[in-house]
């Protein structure tokens, strides 16, 4: 059973431009939550999808959206890239429907350094 | 605003010793309270959470205790294992909502 997968694992882009990751849930997990890690930092919640909705946000700006597919999968688009937007994305499924736990499934996450 | 801290970036213990790691948060309406650890090049890995109805819950080797009244969340490592040397992470998760929120973290070094 693969646990959450994501891709790419590093990534280079220069400010201004624009980046796509994706991510692959666990098997039978239905809600993917995006995170990003700055270095020494906990993962910031960025926003999460369920039913190929957008459930909930954090506190990021519209530059960064996402999209959630019929078999869960998800990306994440970061728009206008900033020095600022280097950090490690991590992705985190989940099963909800039951809501007996919220316990996560995080993938390895995509390095992103933005030069 | 929403946070959740730590008390102290880095815990030494000997191997084999107990370790405790404190976590304070802000938020006073959380449905529940999680502890991840984190290595190197790896994402969080769930290790035990409580409810906001329950003061204690035991897992294997960990305990996570909870005090409301001080809003404070600790987690015991028994007889800690050069396995267990990673980021630990204290979140939660405010009630009705599904976003979690992560502290700092704690590294924990054991040494044998």
Known sequence: DAGVTQSPTHLIKTRGQQVTLRCSPKSGHDTVS???????QGPQFIFQYYEEEERQRGNFPDRFSGHQ??????????????????ALYLCASSFMRLLTTYEQYFGPGTRLTVT | GESVGLHLPTLSVQEG???IINCAYSNSASDYFI???QESGKGPQFIIDIRSNMDKRQGQR???????????????????????????????????????????????????
């Open chain 1, 34 to 40: 995006w995170y990003q890690q700055a270095l020494g």
């Open chain 2, 35 to 37: 502890w991840y650890k």
């Open chain 1, 69 to 86: 597919f019929p078999n869960y999968s998800s990306e994440l688009n970061v728009n206008a890239l900033l020095l600022g937007d280097s």
């Open chain 2, 62 to 112: 960990v305990t996570v205790l909870l005090n409301k009244t001080v809003k404070h969340l600790s987690l015991q490592i028994a007889a800690t294992q050069p396995g267990d040397s990673a980021v630990y992470f204290c979140a939660e998760i405010p009630t009705g909502g599904f976003k979690t929120i992560f502290g700092a973290g704690t590294r924990l070094f054991v040494k044998a």
């Open chain 2, 17 to 19: 010793d107990n370790s």
